[in-house]
Nanobody, 119 residues
């Protein structure tokens, strides 16, 4: 059973920075992609989450256009710590950020961490 636990969210002013962390436990066999999603305020359903950044099994990374040049996704050498470095934060970055893992077994989500950017 895979478990994902996010941390690092908080309240920050426009232009500030935050680093989100996701601790991954359980089987890492057959992992296709890990990444970060954002659920905007007012969005009620999981399917309304937006992909922000991801790392694929070959090490390649992808970013949403809205965060390119400001956010960086990374992980440690064990691949059990996933990070999202967020710089030059904007009010529209506000939301709940979820860590996600997709493997041949299924899709897994963390509980989410709130990021609020004040103007």
């Amino acid at each position: 059973q895979v478990q994902l636990v996010e941390s690092g969210g908080g309240l920050v002013q426009t232009g500030g920075s935050l680093r989100l962390s996701c601790e991954i436990s359980g089987s890492m066999n057959g992992v296709h992609v890990v990444g970060w999603y954002r659920q905007d305020p007012g969005a009620q359903r999981e399917m309304q989450r937006e992909i922000i950044a991801s790392i694929h099994s070959d090490g390649s990374t992808n970013y949403a256009d809205s965060v390119k040049g400001r956010f960086t996704i990374s992980r440690d050498s064990t691949k059990r710590q996933l990070f999202l470095h967020m710089n030059s934060l904007k009010p529209e970055d506000t939301g709940v950020y979820y860590c996600s893992l997709v493997s041949y077994v299924g899709n897994y989500w963390g509980q989410g961490t709130q990021v609020t950017v004040s103007s």
